[in-house]
């Protein structure tokens, strides 16, 4: 399970597939999806937009990797690739066959 709560608009993609969407102009508001990876890395990819006044965003998940508790994304379940260049995402790594994050 992935979680986004943002002020105002936010999305998660995960190889190139929108799963997740928090869209529009609003204060703090949380949205989920259940999506089921292979093992292995996944491109992953979150926008986010602010208009005015307050802004944030937080990206968490729930699944076997965190022991079945909601958790912020750890930064040791991403890393980046290539040779340093801006990237349009980066992987993350889902540890188990089958695993639902």
């Not at 259940?34 to 998940?61: C, D, M, P, R």
């Not at 040791?76 to 695993?99: D, I, Q, R, Y």
Request: aromatic fraction near 6%.
């Amino acid at each position: 399970q992935f979680y986004l709560e943002s002020d105002d608009g936010s999305l998660l993609a995960i190889d190139g597939r929108a799963v997740l969407a928090n869209p529009g102009v609003h204060g703090m508001q949380e949205r989920w999806a259940l999506t089921q990876l292979s093992a292995g890395s996944h491109k992953i990819q979150v926008e986010y937009f602010n208009t005015h006044a307050g802004q944030g965003i937080i990206f968490q998940w729930k699944g076997p990797d965190s022991h079945g508790v909601k958790e912020v994304v750890p930064p040791s379940a991403l890393s980046t690739v290539g040779n340093g260049e801006a990237k349009a995402g980066c992987p993350v790594t889902c540890g188990s066959p089958g695993e639902v994050a």
